[in-house]
């Protein structure tokens, strides 16, 4: 448990580092992208999970500072690994509510593209239900002018209370993720794997690409492709990693 003073030095000192998870081509094996995850080195506790202090950062609109450093980190590390002349694949950053409606999120990610020199199509954003939730179209408009920028939009933990179908209909998201919750339900019941039929069924419908989150062994895999879906993130594959530790960055999985 985390105090507000702590986190606040910690955003004043940068103390955030990011880990950075593949997300995996299902016919091929190959790294499609990878998701950043944020990590806290506290001076005492040592590294400490986003569950820890995510919460509180938003609660006390905390995140939105953070999340400047977390954008200008990912872009800088993306500037890094291009410059070191390996093959780059898109990196996601996790964008909280906040950070649309207490911040200028479009110059944000538009001053750290130019900073470091990327292209934009190696950003994507990702974002949940709740973000989309306010009482005016503003949070969708930026979205439009991110999209439009050429940054890919993804639905993060979709079928959970944070994200579900009237999202859809309000917004051309360019991915879905499936929350973890089902996928870790798909080879223990018939029942779970109907869940995910369906949500791969609707989101092929609607032009979307779909990643199935969480997936820990092979049997989930296999289903997996056998219900068509494009990509799987997750422990079978890889945790989320340093970059000192991501070397390679596009290795072949399977
Ligand atoms: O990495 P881990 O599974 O512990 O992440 C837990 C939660 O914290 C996830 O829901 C994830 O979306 C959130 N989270 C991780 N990294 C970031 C980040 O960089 N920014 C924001 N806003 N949330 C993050
Ligand atoms: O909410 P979001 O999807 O952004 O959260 C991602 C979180 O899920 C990260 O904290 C990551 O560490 C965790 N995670 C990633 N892969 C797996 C997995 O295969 N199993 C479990 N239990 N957690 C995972
Ligand atoms: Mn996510
Ligand atoms: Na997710």
């Given amino acids: ?12 000192h940068d103390e955030f580092v990011m880990y950075y998870q593949p997300r995996v081509n299902i016919e091929t094996g190959t790294t499609s992208s990878m998701e950043s995850l944020v ?3 506290h001076p005492k506790r040592g590294l400490v999970n986003p569950t820890e202090f995510v919460p509180l950062a938003e609660e006390t609109g905390l995140v939105v500072g953070m999340g400047s450093l977390i954008i200008d980190k990912v872009c800088r590390q993306i500037g890094e690994w291009k410059k070191g002349g390996q093959p780059v694949v898109p990196v996601s950053i996790n964008v909280s509510p ?11 990610f538009r001053t750290a593209i130019e900073k470091y020199d990327i292209n934009p199509d190696l950003v994507e ?3 949940t239900e709740s973000s989309m939730m306010g009482d005016d179209e503003r949070v969708l408009q930026t979205l439009s002018r991110l999209q439009a920028m050429g940054i890919k939009l993804l639905v993060d933990d979709f079928g959970t209370g944070y994200s579900s179908l009237s999202q859809l209909q ?21 029942e779970g794997n109907v869940f995910v039929k369906a949500i791969i ?3 092929h419908a609607l032009g979307m690409t779909v990643v199935a989150e969480g997936v820990e062994n092979e049997e989930q895999l296999r289903i997996l492709k056998s219900l068509a879906c494009d990509e799987i993130q997750g422990f079978y594959i890889s945790r989320p990693l340093p970059p000192s530790e991501r070397q390679p960055i596009l290795p072949r999985y399977f």
Avoid: G
């Fill in 125 to 127: 954003i990702e974002v």
């Fill in 1 to 12: 448990f985390e105090t507000e003073k702590d986190l606040r030095r910690a955003i004043e």
């Fill in 170 to 190: 309000r917004m051309d998201f360019d991915v879905l993720k499936v929350d973890r919750s089902f996928t870790c339900q798909i080879d223990r019941t018939n």
């Fill in 98 to 108: 906040r950070q649309f409606t207490d911040s200028d999120v479009v110059a944000l």
């Fill in 201 to 203: 069924t609707m989101a």
């Fill in 39 to 41: 990590r806290w080195t």
